[in-house]
């Protein structure tokens, strides 16, 4: 139903930064969660930030000042900016887009398909 593409995953130096973008299609809904995700070996997938279709966004702590997410000029494409990178941002990073299912009103999340971030010191 809905499928995202994440791009601008690389490698940096600490203290660098990077922006991350995501674009959405498909049967896109106005009503939507966009969101970041990342993922380390050995430890859980943590959610990074998230943006509500009304502008309403919220971080991790572990990531509250250096990261901000935010809506293209088009509804179906956002970002990560990430600054003031740290080697513990190191991770592969997922896109997310929740919205409720065609038929059932039922809320579904969809992945991306997953960018490294890696961050040397």
């Known amino acids: 139903q809905v499928q995202l593409v994440e791009s601008g995953g690389g490698s940096v130096q600490a203290g660098g930064s990077l922006r991350l973008s995501c674009v959405a299609s498909?049967?896109?809904?106005?009503?939507?969660?966009m969101g970041w995700y990342r993922q380390t070996a050995g430890k859980e997938r943590e959610l990074v930030a998230s943006?509500?279709?009304?502008?309403?966004?919220s971080y991790s702590e572990s990531v509250k000042g250096r990261f901000t997410i935010s809506r293209g000029s088009a509804e179906n494409i956002f970002s990560l900016q990430m600054s003031n990178l740290k080697p513990e941002d190191t991770a592969v990073y997922y896109c997310?887009?929740?919205?409720?299912?065609?038929?059932?009103?039922?809320?579904?999340?969809?992945w991306g398909q997953g960018t490294q971030v890696t961050v040397s010191s």
């Open positions: 997310t887009w929740d919205q409720e299912s065609l038929a059932g009103r039922v809320p579904t999340r969809y």
């Open positions: 498909g049967k896109i809904f106005a009503i939507n969660v």
């Open positions: 943006r509500t279709n009304t502008g309403f966004t």
